[in-house]
T-cell receptor, first 113, second 114 residues
């Protein structure tokens, strides 16, 4: 069974640009959650999508948005990038939802210059 | 706002010793508590999940306890091995006004010396 895949794995963007990250969950999983990990703030929950609907949301500004497609693949978009958005972005998929066992992808390393 | 603290921040033990990792949280109204493991440069692996109504969960050499009233959880790893070297994070799902949020501790970095 294939694991969670994230593309791209590495990304360099300039301040003010926007970026879209992609996550493909494990086959059959309907929940995809996104997380940001930085040395200063640690790991923080961004949001969860379940069956194409945002179900839970962390404390991030509206520049961070996401969506989920009918095949459960999810994208996260960050607009007007700031230097502080440089981070490892992880996604996780779950059969029953983020309250339950989650399977994480390897992450996308975003660097904003 | 839920605050999750993990003590100690780092731990180094000789192989074979038992590990005790602590996690505390400020708001006891949690839905569940989860323990994760992160290896350098990699994503997270889910280790154990304890529902708010449970007192402990066990998986192999791992045992996690939960005392919701005192806002504490402890992860025990028996007979540590060098392969247990990693960062261990705890996280709690808490109810907010409109939905639920997952709050993470900063982690405990464990080194098991051969």
């Amino acid at each position: 069974k294939a694991g969670v895949t994230q593309t791209p794995r590495y990304l360099i963007k300039t301040r003010g640009q926007q970026v879209t990250l992609s996550c493909s969950p494990i086959s059959g999983h309907r929940s995809v959650s996104w997380y940001q990990q930085t040395p200063g703030q640690g790991l923080q929950f961004l949001f969860e999508y379940f069956s194409e609907t945002q179900r839970n949301k962390g404390n991030f500004p509206g520049r961070f948005s996401g969506r989920q497609f009918s095949n459960s693949r999810s994208e996260m978009n960050v607009s007007t990038l700031e230097l502080g958005d440089s981070a490892l972005y992880l996604c996780a998929s779950s059969l029953a939802g983020a309250f339950y066992e989650q399977y994480f992808g390897p992450g996308t390393r975003l660097t904003v210059t | 706002k839920q605050e999750v603290t993990q003590i100690p921040a780092a731990l180094s033990v000789p192989e074979g010793e038992n590990l005790v990792l602590n996690c505390s949280f400020t708001d006891s109204a949690i839905y569940n508590l989860q323990w994760f493991r992160q290896d350098p440069g990699k994503g997270l692996t889910s280790l154990l999940l304890i529902q708010s109504s449970q007192r402990e969960q066990t998986s192999g050499r791992l045992n996690a306890s939960l005392d919701k009233s005192s806002g504490r959880s402890t992860l025990y790893i028996a007979a540590s091995q060098p392969g247990d070297s990693a960062t261990y994070l705890c996280a709690v799902w808490s109810r907010t006004l409109n939905d639920y949020k997952l709050s993470f501790g900063a982690g405990t970095t464990v080194t098991v010396r051969a």
